[in-house]
């Protein structure tokens, strides 16, 4: 059984920078891609970007990042990180990390993290 656990959430300005660690552990890691996710309260949530685990291809919801976040991978602690900067009031959920085959549905990934929360606040 593999457990994901985030790290990294808080408050920040607008304008300011996050970096968000999520880290699997226990059994056997196989799955091709890591994701993120976010869910605002009383909105569905929402596919921010994965990165194939192997050769470190990323993907990204274009329309609600563009160009502000980028997902990396660390081999040797199978750690993921989703970097965010020029923080907006908008981006304001809970962020989930994900491991599975890929992809930007939510039902692509098999393990899930806890969830931190990121609070951009004006």
């Known amino acids: 059984q593999v457990h994901l656990v985030e790290s990294g959430g808080g408050s920040v300005q607008p304008g300011g920078s996050l970096r968000l660690s999520c880290t699997a552990s226990?059994?056997?890691?196989?799955?091709?891609?890591m994701a993120w996710f976010r869910q605002a309260p009383g909105k569905e949530r929402e596919f921010v970007g994965a990165?194939?685990?192997?050769?470190?291809?990323?993907?990204y919801n274009v329309d609600s990042v563009k160009g502000r976040f980028t997902i990396s991978r660390d081999h040797a602690t199978n750690t993921v990180y989703l970097q965010m900067g020029n923080l907006k009031p908008e981006d304001t959920a809970v962020y989930y990390c994900?491991?599975?085959?890929?992809?930007?549905?939510?039902?692509?990934?098999?393990?899930w993290g806890q969830g931190t929360q990121v609070t951009v606040y004006s």
């Open positions: 226990g059994g056997t890691f196989s799955s091709v891609a």
């Open positions: 990165i194939n685990w192997s050769v470190g291809y990323t993907s």
């Open positions: 994900a491991a599975g085959d890929g992809g930007a549905s939510w039902y692509s990934y098999d393990y």
